[in-house]
């Protein structure tokens, strides 16, 4: 809790104090004590707390404010804007973001928050100039604080605590930045692949991240906003275990929103998985189609590499584009589905070789490592663009009280071992369908 006071409101003397409260309220940082630079007249509205710089963490973002003319406060033009971030020792850094010209502006109040929907938090600030009390001009100023040009192309923001490096993998989620946006990943490393790191994008879908925080046994929630349904928030749970990730999303109300029932439509998540980051998974600097080769699904003839799958043409591209020659991406259906028809401007069309059960994954360059993307209730399946697999699974119960649904996938790296991975996946999913020949 962040409290500010001035001894005398007519003194420009302004002391901000951070307060840890439980039981009792107890001082825990000193930002300000009667300091000059520092009027605040309307303390709420010239304080906040958020991650106002995108790493990850909360600051403190301060305005203040420059008027001797309403209220006969001593303090000439201040119009700054400061951010106060606690480093690791507890010693507090003040920034100045912004020092107003005084032609045009003396003050302002303050917010944080996605500003423009780029999924990066922007400072808000609405200005004030001169006598409040009489007719003037205000403006509404954006402060962007997304790394400059040549600056990171990944910022943290939740990593969590991996009480068994050597054994579970260790999990953590940024936001990436690929072709100028950025991406809310979910970035896992291995330890019994070598140099194997993949990454989710979570997710491809009608949802707005919101945060994440890292929870206990070395795992981390993020939470999603419902975009057709803005009380709705998705909490999704990503829990290492030894040589897989689990993704478990589950919906639940805003508590911020008020209570009542949500509705009965849940949002389709597309969890996008690449290989971009393992290069010996990756399809660089190889041309796609020798990646598409490393790529396979179960299909009736057992471990089935795309490849050697019958690949229908890109719908939207011209047959002799080089996308096409062969297909560079491609879609699946189980056998228990009829294969859909696809329009003219699809990005992707249906291959007739169809799955049987819902795994589809890669193989290492080298030939002694998998990975693969798991669950045990998906119809389609889809090797994409960027080093990427889908395979997103069904919320279940499909008949259980919304807030009771659940939606599962599984991560896994091993062994390129095809048996192996069926039976681990047989355990973690039992209803998925069984591999003719193949399976334990």
Not at 6 to 18: E, S, V
Request: aromatic share 10%; hydrophobic share 40%.
């Amino acid at each position: 809790m962040i409290v500010g006071w001035k001894i005398d409101q007519k003194i420009n003397k302004a002391t901000l104090i951070g307060y840890k409260v439980g039981e009792t309220a107890d001082p825990a940082y000193v930002f300000e004590r009667e300091t000059e630079d520092l009027d605040m007249a309307y303390f709420e509205k010239m304080m906040a707390v958020a991650d106002a710089d995108n790493d990850g963490k909360n600051e403190l973002v301060v305005s203040t404010r420059g008027d001797e003319m309403s209220e006969f406060i001593t303090s000439k033009h201040l119009g700054h804007v400061f951010m106060y971030s606690i480093g690791g020792s507890g010693e507090i850094e003040r920034e100045l973001l912004c020092n107003f010209d005084d032609r045009y502006a003396e003050s302002s109040w303050v917010a944080v928050g996605d500003a423009d929907n780029d999924r990066l938090n922007e400072i808000v600030l609405a200005t004030g100039k001169g006598d409040r009390t009489k007719p003037g001009v205000s403006y509404v100023v954006l402060l962007d604080r997304r790394p400059a040009a040549g600056g990171p192309d990944i910022i943290p923001v939740a990593e969590a605590l991996n009480p068994q490096p050597d054994v579970l993998p260790t999990v953590r989620v940024v936001r990436e930045r690929l072709w100028g946006q950025w991406f809310p990943m979910c970035s896992m490393r291995f330890p019994n692949v070598p140099a194997f790191q993949c990454d989710a994008w979570c997710y491809e879908s009608q949802v707005d991240f919101v945060d994440a925080r890292p929870i206990e046994g070395g795992a981390v929630e993020m939470r999603h906003r419902d975009k057709q349904n803005p009380d709705a928030l998705v909490l999704t749970t990503i829990t290492p275990q030894p040589g897989r990730v689990l993704f478990a999303a589950r919906v639940v109300r805003d508590p911020e929103r008020g209570a009542g029932p949500l509705p009965d439509a849940l949002p389709g998540l597309n969890l996008c998985w690449q290989l971009r980051h393992a290069p010996a998974f990756a399809s660089a600097p190889d041309r796609y189609p020798e990646f598409v080769k490393r790529c396979f699904i179960f299909t009736e003839r057992g471990r089935t590499f795309l490849g050697d799958t019958q690949r229908g043409k890109i719908p939207v591209q011209t047959a002799d584009h080089e996308y096409n020659n062969p297909p560079w991406v491609q879609m699946y259906v189980g056998t228990w589905l009829q294969i859909p028809q696809t329009g003219p401007t699809s990005w992707a069309d249906y291959s007739p070789d169809r799955y049987t059960t819902p795994i589809i994954g890669v193989v290492s360059r080298d030939g002694k490592h998998l990975a693969a993307l798991a669950n045990g209730s998906a119809n389609t399946m889809a090797q994409a663009w960027h080093d990427c697999l889908h395979n997103n699974p069904a919320w279940l119960p499909p008949q259980a009280p919304v807030t009771e649904r659940v939606w599962r996938v599984r991560i896994y790296a091993r062994e390129n071992d095809p048996k192996a991975l069926l039976a681990r996946v047989a355990k973690d999913f039992p209803s998925a369908r069984p591999v003719p020949g193949l399976s334990p």
